[in-house]
């Protein structure tokens, strides 16, 4: 197993620092996890049909892991930092595993069951708190960005959700596709086992008051609104886009599928350069832009473009901005919250899974109550202009504090 340490130090290259096989294992452990959490999105054409659900139902449906994996980042973002990443990640990966087992031996019977399962699958989604954590006390602040970056690249599990679960429900019933999930990530678990180790430079544990007093902090607030619009517009697309790709332009549920594992795919790769392009560049300097160009074309989406093709592209771009805007933000939270990476990437994803669960959910609930999708697009995109102001009111004051607090010799750009 490596001894390498991290390093506080500008002079190493982001290769000579940190830990490769950790960081390789935080990545794996969290591409595999986002497939799961995701799941119930490109299969609920299927289930929807097979229990019968409404477009409300549906929406709540795929909303549901997405809200609870918000919430139980809490909960490991805490465990992560008394308790250490490794055994966190081992422990919550068993309640996953034997989650699936259980769907794909007794089934969806109802609604209530799709939502239960939804609960289980959300503690996938929360290995978000454990994964970035693991990878981050590894690298000294001025590879942040980078290595965030590429741990967070585990986001781009949900393109291989879109891609092959709806095909696999459809040969096999979606009851199988839970099962070979379980399977995949059993093998996940053993390589994570093998690969992943702790940093030695792990803080030592506190009170839970103690980890809690950020939520004190003005600064944790603004990072919690920034990234509910970031990664909430990134996952909740990712949750519905096979629904609203089969409802808008009546493509079956793997065409469907197909087309929202492009636009996931283009918004989980690029976010390792949203991180490289916040260290070259700065973060808010990024974040600005980021926001700017998601408002647009959500708003644009929200007009109901007339074809696949003007809807397709409009969404990949959305993906892209969202995608690099996750890599940005994640730039910055090291360099204010050091000492609680975990707890605060804990509190900072959970924020980022409520935005998704809202756009997930008004989705399901505006097309149910008007019709069309219009006012679950508009209404987020205005969120987007909110975020973008946010910055603006804190990029005078977050540039001088966080360049004082930076590592000595470290060039790190805000």
Not at 131 to 138: D, K, N
Not at 248 to 271: E, K
Not at 287 to 304: D, E, Q, R, T
Request: glycine share 12%; charged share 10%.
């Amino acid at each position: 197993m490596s001894k390498a340490r991290p390093v506080a130090s500008s002079s190493r290259s982001f290769f000579q620092c940190g830990n490769l096989p950790t960081l390789f294992a935080a990545f794996l452990y969290f591409d595999a996890s986002f497939m799961v959490w995701v799941l119930l999105g490109p299969l609920g054409v299927q289930i929807g049909e097979a229990l019968h659900l409404n477009a409300a139902e549906k929406g709540l449906m795929v909303a549901t892991p997405v809200l609870a994996g918000a919430l139980l980042r809490i909960s490991n973002g805490l465990a992560v930092d008394r308790f250490g990443a490794k055994r966190t990640a081992i422990a919550t990966q068993l309640v996953v595993i034997a989650g699936l087992v259980v769907a794909w031996r007794l089934g969806l019977p109802s609604f209530h069951a799709a939502l239960a399962l939804g609960l289980v699958l959300g503690l996938a989604g929360a290995s978000f708190a454990i994964a970035l954590p693991l990878a981050s006390r590894w690298y000294p602040k001025e590879h942040q960005g980078t290595a965030l970056g590429i741990a967070g690249a585990g986001n781009s599990g949900t393109v291989l959700a879109a891609l092959f679960a709806p095909g696999l429900g459809l040969a096999y019933g979606y009851t199988s596709v839970f099962g070979l999930a379980a399977l995949i990530l059993g093998l996940v678990f053993v390589a994570f086992t093998i690969l992943a180790k702790d940093s030695p430079d792990h803080p030592p544990p506190q009170t839970i008051g103690a980890y809690l007093r950020v939520l004190g902090i003005r600064d944790t607030w603004w990072f919690m609104l920034f990234y509910s619009v970031t990664f909430g517009g990134f996952v909740g697309l990712a949750a519905s886009l096979t629904i609203y790709f089969h409802t808008q332009y009546g493509l079956a549920p793997v065409a469907a599928g197909y087309a929202t594992a492009a636009c996931v795919f283009v918004g989980s790769t690029v976010r390792p350069i949203g991180g490289f392009v916040a260290d070259r560049l700065g973060g808010i300097r990024a974040l600005s832009v980021f926001y700017l160009a998601a408002a647009a074309m959500l708003a644009l989406v929200s007009l109901g473009l007339p074809s696949l093709a003007f809807g397709l592209a409009a969404f990949v771009v959305a993906m892209l901005a969202l995608g690099m805007g996750n890599g940005a933000v994640f730039q910055l939270v090291p360099l204010r919250f050091s000492r609680e990476i975990g707890v605060m990437t804990g509190l900072v994803g959970m924020a980022g899974g409520i935005g998704g669960f809202y756009l997930a959910s008004s989705l399901g609930f505006s097309k149910q109550l008007t019709g069309s999708y219009q006012f679950g697009f508009l209404i987020f995109a205005a969120l987007a202009l909110v975020a973008f102001a946010g910055l603006l009111a804190v990029r005078r004051e977050w540039r001088a504090t966080f360049s004082r607090s930076a590592a000595e010799g470290a060039t790190v750009r805000i």
